[in-house]
Structure formats: C-alpha cells, structure tokens
C-alpha cells in the first residue's frame, strides 16, 4: 500500500533534472559544500529507494504468512525477513548511486563552488589547461572505483547468504 502510494510521487520527483535543482540549492544554502552534498543526495535518493522498495514488496508472502502464524509481529516480520531480504537491493543501488553522487557534486561545484574537484575543472577549463581538467577526472575514476570496491566489500560481508553457489563471492 505504502509501495504504490509512494511510488508515483517518487518517480515524479525523480523526473526534475537535478541540475535544474542546483540553482536552487545555491540560493538556498549560499555558495560552498551544503549545496553539492544536497545535490549528490538527491541524485543518489531515487535509485536506492526504488530498489530497496523492490527489495522489500519481493518478499514471500509465504515466508510471512508462516511468521506471522508464528505470532510475529508486522514489525518482527520486517526486521528479520524484509530487511534481510532487501539489503542485496539495497547494497546494488549503493554501489550505482555512488558514482552518481559524484556526477551530482561535481555539477554542483562547477556552478557554485569556491573549491572542489569541479571548480578546480572549471577554471582549469576556462584557461585551457588541458592535462589539469585530465587529472581531476582521473581524480573522480579512481575515488569512483575505491568506493566502489568498498560497497561491494561491505555488501559481500553483509549478504554472503545471498550468493551461495556463485564462485565469486
């Protein structure tokens, strides 16, 4: 119920641009961090919550039918099955909402930023100074692949269940 009550109002909220959000964001809370955090929040938000939604409306009603004859409670239900049961979904829109984060606060800071990765681009853009611009993109891959690499460390640690007969994990 609460899925596809919420569902729409998330999507619509998803369908603005968040660069048309950053603007905004600058006025609201001045030039510096707040708005590029923000900006990578909003970003990030919608994949994660999709998916841990996902995560949680998959659950077996069997698996909760038999809890709840059980006598567990709603809550109980949630706490040992759906949340379980949503951290795979949970650990895979992390590990994509991280490198959109990073789209997120570099437009952020290349609009309004007195310092950052971004500004740092732009104004090495704005005097052609080529193999800076270069640099602070290699700078965004590789903090881009180490946080990566560290989700899908704590997701393995966290949902090894989850895997069983994958060779990989």
Same mark, same amino acid.
């Given at each position: 119920?609460?899925?596809?009550?919420?569902?729409?109002?998330?999507?619509?909220?998803?369908?603005?641009?968040?660069?048309?959000?950053?603007?905004?964001?600058?006025?609201?809370?001045?030039?510096?961090?707040?708005?590029?955090? /923000?900006?990578?929040?909003?970003?990030?938000?919608?994949?994660?919550?999709?998916?841990?939604?996902?995560?949680?409306?998959?659950?077996?009603?069997? /698996?909760?039918?038999?809890?709840?004859?059980?006598?567990?409670?709603? /809550?109980?239900?949630?706490?040992?099955?759906?949340?379980?049961?949503? /951290?795979?979904?949970?650990?895979?829109?992390?590990?994509?909402?991280?490198?959109?984060?990073?789209?997120?606060?570099?437009?952020?800071?290349?609009?309004?930023?007195?310092?950052?990765?971004?500004?740092?681009?732009?104004?090495?853009? @704005?005097?052609?100074?080529?193999?800076?611009?270069?640099?602070?993109?290699?700078?965004?891959?590789?903090?881009?692949?180490?946080?990566?690499?560290?989700?899908? @460390?704590?997701?393995?640690?966290?949902?090894?269940? @989850?895997?069983?007969?994958?060779?990989?994990?």
């Amino acid at each position: 119920a609460i899925y596809s009550g919420l569902y729409p109002i998330l999507v619509g909220f998803n369908s603005i641009p968040k660069v048309a959000v950053v603007p905004v964001l600058i006025l609201w809370f001045g030039i510096g961090e707040v708005p590029a955090v /923000l900006t990578a929040f909003l970003i990030s938000f919608f994949p994660i919550v999709v998916n841990v939604a996902t995560g949680l409306a998959t659950t077996e009603p069997e /698996l909760e039918d038999v809890l709840r004859a059980l006598g567990a409670s709603k /809550l109980d239900v949630m706490r040992k099955v759906g949340i379980p049961r949503s /951290l795979p979904y949970f650990f895979g829109s992390l590990k994509v909402a991280i490198t959109l984060a990073f789209v997120g606060a570099v437009v952020s800071e290349t609009v309004g930023a007195n310092k950052g990765i971004g500004k740092l681009m732009l104004d090495a853009q @704005a005097g052609f100074q080529v193999p800076i611009v270069f640099a602070g993109l290699l700078v965004l891959a590789v903090l881009g692949i180490v946080l990566y690499a560290a989700t899908a @460390a704590i997701e393995s640690r966290f949902t090894r269940w @989850a895997f069983r007969g994958q060779a990989n994990r």
